[in-house]
Protein backbone atom coordinates (compact mmCIF):
# COMPACT_ATOMS: atom_id res chain seq x y z
CA UNK A 1 0.00 0.00 0.00
CA UNK A 2 2.73 2.05 1.08
CA UNK A 3 4.50 1.93 -2.59
CA UNK A 4 1.28 2.43 -4.38
CA UNK A 5 0.61 5.96 -2.24
CA UNK A 6 4.07 6.72 -3.12
CA UNK A 7 3.69 6.35 -6.72
CA UNK A 8 0.48 8.21 -6.38
CA UNK A 9 1.96 11.03 -4.90
CA UNK A 10 5.07 11.07 -7.13
CA UNK A 11 2.34 11.57 -10.58
CA UNK A 12 0.75 14.28 -8.99
CA UNK A 13 4.18 16.36 -8.15
CA UNK A 14 4.88 15.67 -11.79
CA UNK A 15 3.35 18.49 -14.51
CA UNK A 16 2.46 15.38 -16.95
CA UNK A 17 0.35 14.15 -14.41
CA UNK A 18 -1.22 16.99 -13.04
CA UNK A 19 -1.72 17.90 -16.90
CA UNK A 20 -3.35 14.40 -17.68
CA UNK A 21 -5.68 14.55 -14.76
CA UNK A 22 -6.95 17.75 -16.23
CA UNK A 23 -7.51 16.48 -19.89
CA UNK A 24 -9.10 13.00 -18.59
CA UNK A 25 -11.40 15.84 -16.31
CA UNK A 26 -12.06 17.58 -19.26
CA UNK A 27 -12.77 14.28 -21.12
CA UNK A 28 -15.44 12.70 -18.51
CA UNK A 29 -17.10 16.55 -18.77
CA UNK A 30 -17.29 16.67 -22.61
CA UNK A 31 -18.79 13.16 -22.86
CA UNK A 32 -21.24 13.73 -20.50
CA UNK A 33 -22.39 16.70 -22.47
CA UNK A 34 -22.73 14.71 -25.77
CA UNK A 35 -24.40 11.95 -24.29
CA UNK A 36 -26.51 14.46 -22.78
CA UNK A 37 -27.29 16.38 -25.89
CA UNK A 38 -27.52 13.18 -28.07
CA UNK A 39 -30.13 11.83 -25.80
CA UNK A 40 -32.18 15.60 -25.68
CA UNK A 41 -32.18 15.76 -29.19
CA UNK A 42 -32.93 11.90 -29.59
CA UNK A 43 -36.06 11.76 -28.21
CA UNK A 44 -36.78 15.14 -29.96
CA UNK A 45 -35.97 14.14 -33.09
CA UNK A 46 -38.23 10.96 -32.78
CA UNK A 47 -41.20 12.80 -31.71
CA UNK A 48 -40.52 15.45 -34.77
CA UNK A 49 -40.69 12.12 -36.70
CA UNK A 50 -43.64 10.31 -35.59
CA UNK A 51 -45.74 13.54 -35.95
CA UNK A 52 -44.66 14.14 -39.57
CA UNK A 53 -45.35 10.60 -40.52
CA UNK A 54 -48.72 10.74 -38.95
CA UNK A 55 -49.14 14.14 -40.91
CA UNK A 56 -47.81 11.81 -44.49
CA UNK A 57 -50.25 9.15 -43.93
CA UNK A 58 -53.40 11.00 -42.92
CA UNK A 59 -52.71 13.98 -45.63
CA UNK A 60 -51.45 12.19 -48.65
CA UNK A 61 -53.55 8.93 -48.14
CA UNK A 62 -55.74 8.13 -51.28
CA UNK A 63 -59.58 9.10 -51.02
CA UNK A 64 -61.32 6.16 -50.60
Given at each position: ???FLTKVRAFSREEDGVALT???ILLALLVGGVITAVTAAGSNLSNA???WGNWWTTSLSPPA
Open positions: MKAEYLWEA
